[in-house]
């Protein structure tokens, strides 16, 4: 039996976070740096990505990368290993959000979202599974929502995204676990970000929706959906692939 440290540490693990450096990426990386990982935290904003290195310090790195830039992928994949090492655990974290009624979202929006939680997450996963393959190791995490598990007005192609990952973290998981890789989904209940701001700001029937919902009452600090990615991705849940982990304060359950 792994002993306690053992089972929880990332030490000699690569983990490269979409979304890195703000909100829930920046708190996967700060939990995966802490258990020991070398992070890559990457974004478009050049600015936001120099900063949360600083934060973090040594074993921290930022690559600025657009995941809808879908040819992009493998010269990314190879930069990371040549500068820092080969990935061991991607998070496939950066999202957008669209609030708006369906019959208003467009085509061309739409497709925004998709490219950028779906497609942008295949074109990274399709560049680092190879390797992952060939040195028999590798974790994949996805950052789902509570759009993930049931129906919320006004995120037509945010749901249709967030429940993509769902399936996408069953399949990857069946198909890439004889190659010793693992692939899961969290799903966060209503988390305190930038995101979630401009989600809920000027909008008190749904914040008091989602509080009414919440067992534990209130929101979800960055850190929770940190320390769960740490889990997930360490020895610990060695024998955990294709699940979804809702981490919610019981929002999924809550009556
Ligand atoms: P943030 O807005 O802080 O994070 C979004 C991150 O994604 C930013 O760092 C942004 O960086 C990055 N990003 C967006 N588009 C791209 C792109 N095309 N290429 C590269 N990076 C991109 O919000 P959160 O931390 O809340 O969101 C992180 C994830 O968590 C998202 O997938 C979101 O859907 C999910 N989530 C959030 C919840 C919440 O309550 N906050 C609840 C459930 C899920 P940049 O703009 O510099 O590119």
């Known amino acids: 039996m792994l002993s306690f440290p053992e089972a929880f540490s990332l030490r000699g693990e690569v983990a490269l976070i979409t979304g890195g450096g703000t909100g829930i990426g920046f708190a996967m990386a700060q939990a995966m740096h802490a258990a020991g990982a070398r992070v890559v935290l990457v974004g478009r904003r050049e600015a936001e ?3 949360a290195v600083a934060k973090l310090g040594e074993r921290a790195h930022a690559f600025a990368h657009d995941v809808t830039d879908f040819a992009a992928a493998d010269g990314l994949v ?6 820092v090492g080969p990935i061991s655990c991607l998070v496939n974290n950066a999202g957008i959000h669209l609030k708006k009624p369906a019959v208003e979202t467009t085509t061309e929006e739409f497709q925004k979202v998709l490219n950028t939680h779906i497609l942008g997450a295949h074109a990274l996963t399709r560049a680092v599974a190879p390797g992952m393959m060939a040195r028999k190791h590798g974790t994949i995490l996805f950052t789902g929502s509570m759009a993930s598990i049931f129906g919320i007005p006004l995120v037509i192609a945010y749901t249709a995204a967030k ?10 998981s069946t198909e890439f676990a004889a190659h010793g890789m693992r692939v899961n989904c969290i799903a966060p209940g209503w988390i305190e970000t930038e995101m979630s701001r401009k989600a809920l700001d000027g909008d008190p029937a749904r914040k008091a929706k989602i509080f009414g919902r919440t067992p534990m009452g209130g929101m979800g600090q960055p850190e929770d959906i940190g320390w769960a990615a740490v889990y997930l991705a360490s020895p610990a849940a060695k024998f955990v692939t294709g699940v979804t982990l809702p981490v919610d304060g019981g929002a999924s359950v809550g009556f």
């Open 78 to 83: 190879a930069r990371v290993a040549s500068e």
């Open 49 to 51: 990505l120099t900063a």
């Open 163 to 172: 429940t993509a990952m769902v399936g996408m973290a069953k399949a990857y």
